[in-house]
């Protein structure tokens, strides 16, 4: 019976050590209070909520350097683009006032020529006209 009483005081002892570590380990992880849980949950929420608005922010400030630098840009390019235009129209305009003295050097040129062999026709016309009267009074 001394046997069996070890036996049954070891298993009690087992028991209750059992029960004991149990109870220690269950209150080690049990859950928290539905008072503190709540609080928990909104600080975290809150730590949450303050990262993605300083993420925002940041995006924003992002956002509009990359607007502005965007801009300046292209009123760069625009101007870039403006003085280019403003090159080839002074270009152009240089290459229809040299046309437009060649066309008229080579219209007076050309001018006097006829002039001159129109003259040259009108004269030898009126030989003609004056040979022919000549040879008719005879």
């Known amino acids: 019976m001394s046997d069996e009483q070890g036996a049954g ?9 059992g029960t004991l570590v149990g109870s220690i380990v269950a209150l080690l992880y049990a859950p928290k209070s539905g008072k503190e849980l709540r609080t928990d949950i909104k600080v975290k929420s809150d730590e949450y909520m303050d990262e993605a608005e300083t993420y925002l922010s940041d995006a924003k400030v992002k956002v509009n350097d990359m607007i502005h630098e965007g801009k300046k840009k292209s009123e760069s390019m625009i101007t870039e683009a403006k003085t280019k235009v403003d090159e080839l129209l002074d270009e152009a305009e240089k290459i229809l006032d040299n046309a437009k003295s060649k066309t008229g050097e080579y219209v007076d040129v050309n001018k006097k020529k006829i002039e001159s062999e129109g003259e040259k026709l009108k004269t030898a016309v009126k030989a003609g006209i004056d040979t022919y009267k000549s040879t008719k009074e005879s």
């Not at 005081?9 to 050590?17: E, S």
């Open 9 to 17: 005081k070891g298993f009690v002892m087992g028991f209750i050590t």
